[in-house]
Antibody, heavy 122, light 111 residues
Framework: QVQLVESGGGVVKPGRSLRLSCAAS????????MHWVRQAPGKGPEWVAV????????YYADSVRGQFTISRDNSKNTLYLQMNSLSAEDTAVYYC???????????????WGQGTLVTVSS | QSALTQPASVSGSPGQSITISCTGS?????????VSWYQQHPGKAPKLMIY???YRPSGVSNRFSGSKSGNTASLTISGLQAEDEADYFC???????????FGTGTKVTVL
């Protein structure tokens, strides 16, 4: 069965960096695009970034472009999100999510991880 | 980027049908068929209920159905059950520098 397990969250001071990981299993990771979605406390989800199945294409939300970097290691079945210059506005649960469509971006997420909480606070 | 607009809350009695609307524009819902709906119970990750406007993933009850007219998408839940009580979010691809947007969310209450 498909499993996505995020890690790397925690409490970090403003201005610092953090790298999230998402370990995937139960499907052929290298054939699906992957997304990061975040959800601030009490708010709705916010799409953050997507990376194509082979890592050749990456797209970001305006709110994180230039600050966050999405990447993947298909040999390790792992997705990453490098987050720099963090501020309180980045406090949220961060989910990795699998795209529904193989080899393309279908813009639907059929499997989600359990999420990892990032708290930016001094 | 503005979120898609949903009613804050919708309620219904067990067995009834309810419909949740999701209003966008020609650059998102009106221009593409990449509309999805997600169900989220408290403390849980969202779950995909509808994709590409009308399609149900395997395992999702056929009590859930989706549609679209112009710039507005809708999710209908028929035969409402207690387990349907949750938050529901629509989402869509959007022709913009941020290519994907979620709705404001609707809390469904089963009376």
């Amino acid at each position: 069965q498909v499993q996505l397990v995020e890690s790397g969250g925690g409490v970090v001071k403003p201005g610092r960096s953090l790298r999230l990981s998402c370990a995937a299993s139960g499907f052929t990771f290298s054939t699906y695009g992957m997304h990061w979605v975040r959800q601030a406390p009490g708010k709705g989800p916010e799409w953050v970034a997507v990376i194509s199945h082979d890592g050749s294409n990456r797209y970001y939300a305006d709110s994180v472009r230039g600050q966050f970097t999405i990447s993947r290691d298909n040999s390790k079945n792992t997705l990453y999100l490098q987050m720099n210059s963090l501020s309180a506005e980045d406090t949220a649960v961060y989910y990795c999510a699998k795209d529904l469509v193989r080899y393309n971006t279908g813009w639907s997420f059929d499997y989600w991880g359990q999420g990892t909480l990032v708290t930016v606070s001094s | 980027q503005s979120a898609l607009t949903q009613p804050a809350s919708v309620s219904g009695s067990p067995g009834q049908s309810i419909t949740i609307s999701c209003t966008g524009s020609y650059s998102d819902i009106g221009g593409y068929n990449y509309v999805s709906w997600y169900q989220q119970h408290p403390g849980k990750a969202p779950k995909l209920m509808i994709y590409d406007v009308t399609y149900r993933p395997s395992g999702v009850s056929n009590r859930f159905s989706g549609s679209k007219s112009g710039n507005t998408a809708s999710l209908t839940i028929s035969g409402l059950q207690a387990e349907d009580e949750a938050d529901y979010f629509c989402s869509s691809y959007i022709s913009n520098t941020t290519p994907y947007v979620f709705g404001t969310g609707t809390k469904v209450t089963v009376l």
